[in-house]
């Protein structure tokens, strides 16, 4: 039987603090958030509202579907869907409600 790799993702809040979740397999960041009892914002759940939008900071994610809520300027910039994306390696998320704006803007400017 292969085990899983367990990957560790740091949740870096706009006030500086963290939070830190241990991930392994296929487990998205948002569910695993919510099994350590950590509140992340999200809507959908399937990467076409935005409301999870994070930044990456350090390391690497892979969506599992296409983050349809990100433009491509925007995944270039670092910004990935918590929701519907797993660690491929140890890693470092900026999260919190400002930044969904941040990637694609808001109407309300």
Same mark, same amino acid.
């Given at each position: 039987?292969?085990?899983?790799?367990?990957?560790?993702?740091? =949740?870096?809040?706009?006030? &500086?603090?963290?939070?830190?979740?241990?991930?392994? %397999?296929?487990?998205?960041?948002?569910?695993?958030?919510?099994?350590?009892?950590?509140? =992340?914002? #999200?809507?959908? /759940? #399937?990467?076409?509202?935005?409301?999870?939008? +994070?930044? /990456?900071?350090? &390391?690497?994610?892979?969506?599992?579907?296409?983050?349809?809520? =990100?433009?491509?300027?925007? =995944?270039?910039?670092? #910004?990935? /869907?918590?929701?519907?994306?797993?660690?491929?390696?140890?890693?470092? /998320?900026?999260?919190?409600? &400002?930044?969904? +704006?941040?990637?694609? %803007?808001?109407?309300?400017?």
């Amino acid at each position: 039987m292969t085990r899983a790799t367990v990957y560790t993702v740091e =949740l870096v809040w706009p006030d &500086g603090g963290t939070e830190t979740v241990r991930i392994d %397999g296929e487990e998205t960041i948002v569910n695993a958030a919510d099994r350590a009892d950590i509140a =992340l914002p #999200y809507g959908c /759940l #399937y990467g076409a509202c935005g409301t999870c939008t +994070a930044q /990456l900071l350090d &390391g690497t994610v892979r969506h599992r579907k296409p983050p349809r809520a =990100l433009k491509q300027r925007s =995944l270039d910039a670092g #910004y990935v /869907l918590p929701c519907i994306a797993v660690p491929t390696s140890d890693c470092r /998320l900026r999260v919190g409600h &400002g930044i969904q +704006a941040e990637a694609v %803007g808001t109407p309300w400017k």
